[in-house]
Each structure stands twice: as C-alpha cells, then as structure tokens.
C-alpha cells in the first residue's frame, strides 16, 4: 500500500478511536461496543475491521432511534393531556389562538429533544396563565369538543383550581419518569417528584417547573439526540470511508496486475525477438523484423505508461478525498463535543439569575467534600433563604418577585471572594460553597451578606423597599454524608427564621 494512504488510513483509525470516546457513558452497551471498537483498531488496519465496526454500530443507532421515538411520543401525548385536563375545567378556556399555537408547536417540535425544556416551559407557562385568569361564566363543551378528546377514559372535568394544579403537577412528575438521568440526580429526581404530587398551589408552579426543565435539561442535554445523530453520522462516514479504501486496494491491486502483465508481455516479445533473430538467414530481413518487434515494444510500453498514469491519478484522487471525509469527521466530532460542551453548561445554570444551580451545586460539591475528608482542608456551607419571600409576590407581583431574585445575588457577590461559590439551589434559597474557609471566616461572609442585602433599598413600583435575608451556616465535619451537612445546616436556617430572621446562625 502507498504510504500515502497508510498515513490516511492510521488518522482514521485514531479518528474513529478518539470520537468514538465522545458518546461514551450513555448505555453500557454501548460503552461496551465502542471500548471492544477501539481494541480491534488498535490491532489492526485492515479495512474488513472498518467493515465489522460498521456492523456493529448500526443496531444499537437504531436501537437509539427507537427509543428516542417512543420517549418523545409519551413526551407528546402528556403536554397534549396537560391542555385537554384546562380545556376540561368549567370555569377556565384557552383563547382558540394559543390552544392552536400549542398545538402547532408541539406537532412541529415534539421528535426534537432539544426543544423540550423550551416547549415545556410555554405549555406550563399558557396553563398557569390561562387558570389565572378564569372565564366569567362556566362554559359548555361542545359535543364534537366532547367526542373527540384526547383523553381516554371517563373522567369528570375537574372541578376547582387545585385539583387542576394537581393534575398539571401530576403530569409534570410522569413526565420525570420519562427521562433518563445519572445516579447522582436521583435523590433530587426523587425529591421533585414528591413536590410535584403533593402540591396544589399555582404559586409553586414555577419554581418546580424551572426544576423540572433543569432536570429535562440535564437528561436531554448529555443524551439522545446529540449522541444519536452523531452515531448515525458517524456511522454514515465510516461507510463511505470504507468504500474509498475498498476502491484503493482495487485501484492498487489493477496497479499490480497490469505491471504484470506488461512484464509478461514485454517478456514473451523479447523471447520471440530472440528466437526470430536466431532464425532468420538474411541481414535485411533481420533488420526489419527488429524494426517491427522494436515498434511493437514502444506501443505496448506507451499504453502501459497512459494505464499507469490513470490509474495513479485515480488513486491520488481518492486519497485526497479519504483525507477531506477524515478531516470532515473530526470536525464534526468538534462540534459536537462543542454542543454538548453548550448544552451541559445550559442546563447548569439558573435561567432567572444566571447562578449556577441545583445540578450544578450536586455537581461540585461531592468533589469538594470527599477532597475535605481527605486533606482535611476546611470546607464550610451557607443555606440563604429570602425572608416573607411569599409576601413580596402577593403585594408587588411575581415578576418584581423575580427582580429581587436576580438583584440579591449580585448584592450578595460584592462582599464575597471568587472562590466562593453561589448557588441557586431552589425558589428563593441560595447556597454558598466556602472551600478552605473556617467556620469564623464563613460565619464573617454570611454577616456581610445579609448587612448588604438588608442595605439594599429594592425598587418596587418605585418605592425603595427592604428585603432580608436567613443564614445558616456549618462546617463538614469529615465524616458525615452531604445529607447529614445539609439537613444540619438547613435547621440552623430555620433557627435564624425562628429567631425572627435577618439573621446568621453558626454551628457551635
Ligand atoms: N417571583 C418568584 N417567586 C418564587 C420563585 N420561586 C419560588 N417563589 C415563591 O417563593 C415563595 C416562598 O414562600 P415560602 O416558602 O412560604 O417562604 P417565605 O414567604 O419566603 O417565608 P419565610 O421563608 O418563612 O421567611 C413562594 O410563594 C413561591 O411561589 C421565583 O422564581 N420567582
């Protein structure tokens, strides 16, 4: 083989290893494949390897595909339910408009997982709008509206705004249960899950739902779509770089052949040149039978040469292509990785405040603590809740709610140092990670976040209004579980409510 395609076909081979690595830690079988994948590359470059790994790669892409399908077609039929179950109740109606722009938007987007947070986030969003604002007189269904439900079953129209939170809330939770998450956000998978069934209260819809898109996000973030279409591509690449190397070892094997025979041919006229000479009596017929063998030699020389020369350029065109689908592929492994690099920090952060949230904080504290158990390096944690947050929606609103929210961390920023880490773990509660900090130097922090938080006069409706804030703060002990930390922490919080709140209170 030329060792032009030799280099060509080694960066594939490292191509195919190193992006393979991309959709790992998504389904054991397939971690599975792609480590046995990248063994046999590693042990040889034949191109029936490249072949096998096709074989091998398509069911499981397939198997991906399927899944994918039947997790979006539940994905689907919930948010329609979510719309029949408001249809349903007496006093409350969707203009036709949005019913129909939802309708839209779900048959447009429902097969796209990426889109799910997003199409959730304007059902839930029309749902909570629509029961805030009741119709004045409780209308009839019509009997088509009746007939064609999309429900099964005979249930009876819901009957008050809290049994309609509780369906919207229960439809939420299914939902959960129709994604896919990793170990470590089971217990907030779980936790959600359990807010989700027990309430009944509009108020605490969005705050759950911005829990529940996080959780989607995270789930579709790091999976599916990306990975599937990936595979696909990748398995579409492979397929046709197979193809190229085929058609090369052919191109390579015509080369062979026709030097052989040209060798055979050039052999025999020089045999029958030596015989006819050997025979012949008279110099002038000598001379013109080694004109005529002399004449025959170059044709069949100047045809070899014009064979060769086609045969060379077809086979440096189809190297420079192998390079160009090579090349072609790692940049598409790029972006992908790129996307997911996107994805993951879009479902690490708090779409209100731009904080890190609740995944995120999961995500880095356990590092964190099980580092601490280890250096015994001090590692404190800070649980800040928003006091009579409630108080502050009823009377200004939930969007001025909403400004307070984004305008606290900022305050809350200005007297910390970068290596402290902030969180928005729930609603109105807000973490802070204090590594290689004392329990008397967190305890310091906390004091001026609250001071500062207490100083800030919040603008509402163009009244300056104070807004205040419950610490409580604790240091890891070593050797207790994060939930044991948290769950010490968060009564030391409610020690500080307890004690009329704007207040600190500290392990002893
Ligand atoms: N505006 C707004 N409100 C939110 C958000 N998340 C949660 N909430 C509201 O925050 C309020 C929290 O209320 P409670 O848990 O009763 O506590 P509180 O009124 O702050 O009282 P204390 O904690 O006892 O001082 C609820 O009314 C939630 O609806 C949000 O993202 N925006």
Not at 175 to 199: H, M, S
Request: with cysteine; glycine share 4%.
């Amino acid at each position: 083989m030329a060792p032009a395609q030799d280099i060509v076909i080694e960066s594939l081979l490292k191509a195919i290893s190193r992006t393979s690595m991309l959709a790992e830690g998504n389904d054991p079988e397939l971690d599975a494949t792609l480590q046995s994948i990248r063994a046999n590359l590693g042990k040889s470059q034949e191109p029936e390897v490249l072949q096998q790994t096709l074989q091998t790669l398509e069911p499981l892409v397939l198997k991906y595909d399927e899944e994918r399908l039947a997790r979006a077609q539940v994905f689907r039929a919930q948010l329609l339910q979510l719309i029949d179950t408001v249809e349903e109740l007496p006093s409350t109606q969707f203009s036709v408009l949005l019913k129909k722009e939802l309708e839209t938007e779900i048959r447009r987007h429902w097969q796209t997982t990426s889109t799910w947070p997003e199409l959730l986030k304007k059902v839930v969003q029309a749902v909570s709008e629509t029961l805030q604002n009741p119709t004045a007189s409780p209308k009839s269904k019509s009997l088509l509206g009746r007939l064609f439900r999309r429900k099964s079953g005979d249930e009876k129209p819901a009957s008050s705004h809290s049994e309609i939170m509780s369906h919207v809330s229960h439809t939420l939770a299914a939902l959960l249960t129709n994604i896919t998450l990793p170990d470590v956000y089971r217990d907030q998978l779980l936790d959600i899950q359990k807010a989700l069934t027990g309430n009944s209260d509009l108020n605490h819809l969005p705050a759950l739902l911005d829990e529940v898109i996080n959780l989607i996000m995270v789930a579709v973030g790091k999976t599916q779509e990306d990975l599937t279409s990936y595979l696909s591509q990748l398995n579409q690449q492979l397929a046709s770089i197979n193809a190229s190397i085929l058609t090369n070892y052919k191109a390579q094997k015509n080369m062979s052949s026709s030097r052989k025979d040209f060798s055979d041919t050039f052999k025999q006229h020089v045999d029958n040149t030596q015989t006819d000479v050997r025979n012949a009596t008279d110099l002038n017929s000598l001379k013109t039978l080694i004109d005529e063998r002399m004449h025959t030699i170059t044709e069949a020389m100047a045809t070899f040469q014009d064979k060769m020369h086609a045969q060379e350029k077809q086979a440096a065109q189809s190297i420079t292509q192998l390079k160009n689908k090579v090349s072609r592929m790692e940049q598409d492994a790029n972006q992908l990785r790129s996307n997911m690099q996107d994805k993951i920090a879009q479902a690490l952060s708090d779409a209100l405040t731009g904080l890190p949230n609740r995944a995120a904080y999961q995500e880095t504290i356990f590092p964190l603590l099980t580092s601490s158990a280890q250096t015994g390096s001090p590692l404190c944690i800070a649980i800040c809740d928003v006091d009579h947050f409630k108080k502050i929606n009823d009377t200004w609103g939930h969007l001025a709610g909403d400004k307070v929210l984004k305008l606290i961390p900022k305050q809350m920023h200005s007297v910390l140092k970068k290596e402290h880490l902030m969180f928005r773990y729930g609603g109105e509660e807000f973490l802070i990670v204090f590594p290689m900090t004392s329990l008397d130097q967190a305890f310091d922090y906390c004091q001026k976040v609250r001071e500062i938080v207490a100083k800030t006069p919040f603008n509402m409706s163009g009244d300056p209004v104070s807004v205040t804030i419950s610490i409580g703060v604790s240091i890891f002990n070593g050797k207790e579980s994060h939930d044991e930390l948290f769950a010490r922490t968060d009564k030391l919080l409610y020690q500080a409510k307890e004690k009329g709140r704007n207040t600190v209170i500290r392990d002893n």
